[in-house]
């Protein structure tokens, strides 16, 4: 799998936009972009995945770069919920009914603060 | 919807100790995985199974031993506890292997070897 950048760790106010930048510049073109963010204490959880275009889902925003070589991850309203490790992570594309398995990095720490 | 389920919570082993951790799903899912997660690290993968009847190594399957006990149970088994072994571990579920499926995790088992 390739290889993903993240921040260490960010700081965001609450209720303010948080953008989490990823970078991936060894992406290949089957490579899906995959969000996923572990709360404190608890498993991960999914939170969004793109190809090419730019997504959107009840939890966040994925903008992807036209080179596809960066990604970031949007919270439009960050809330002190929202504080978790976010993991930015590549799949590549398998359809052979053969799992797939997640590959995490460290992520990043978002502390969020009122 | 339970989604996945693990026990024990915690557990406190002394070197050389067996035990069995247990992970059940009710999604109807195909394909589980173990993971484990050291003080500071994202995920690693121990095992997998991709459908029921199936079980392949991951990246860190030294020590481990797994069994698909049929299509809701996935259980991950150390004969022989070592202190390297501290550590959390989670059981995930996915509908199929395709990578762009989500997978869902349990709240995991804190484990401690002594």
């Known amino acids: 799998d390739a290889k993903t950048t993240q921040p260490n760790s960010m700081e965001s106010n609450e209720e303010e936009p948080v953008h989490l930048p990823c970078n991936h510049s060894?992406?290949?073109?089957?490579?899906?972009i995959h969000w996923y963010r572990q709360l404190p204490s608890q498993g991960p959880e999914y939170v969004i995945h793109g190809l090419t275009s730019n997504v959107n889902n009840r939890m966040a925003s994925l903008a992807i770069a036209e080179d596809r070589k960066s990604s970031t991850l949007i919270l439009h309203r960050a809330t002190l919920r929202d504080a978790a490790v976010y993991y930015c992570?590549?799949?590549?594309?398998?359809?052979?009914?053969?799992?797939?398995?997640?590959?995490f990095g460290t992520g990043t720490r978002l502390q969020v603060t009122l | 919807n339970a989604g996945v389920t693990q026990t024990p919570k915690f557990q406190v082993l002394k070197t050389g100790q067996s035990m069995t951790l247990q992970c059940a799903q009710d999604?109807?899912?195909?394909?589980m995985y173990w993971y484990r997660q050291d003080p500071g690290m994202g995920l690693r993968l121990i095992y997998y199974s991709a459908s029921e009847g199936t079980t392949d190594k991951g990246e860190v399957p030294n020590g481990y031993n797994v069994s698909r006990l049929n299509k809701r149970e996935f259980s991950l088994r150390l004969e022989s506890a070592a202190p390297s072994q501290t550590s959390v571990y989670f059981c995930?579920?996915?509908?199929?292997?395709?990578?762009?499926?989500?997978?869902?995790f349990g709240p995991g088992t804190r484990l401690t070897v002594l």
């Open positions: 999604m109807n899912h195909n394909s």
């Open positions: 992570i590549l799949r590549d594309f398998i359809n052979t009914g053969t799992a797939s398995k997640l590959t």
């Open positions: 995930a579920s996915s509908k199929t292997g395709i990578s762009t499926d989500t997978q869902y």
């Open positions: 060894t992406i290949s073109g089957t490579d899906y």
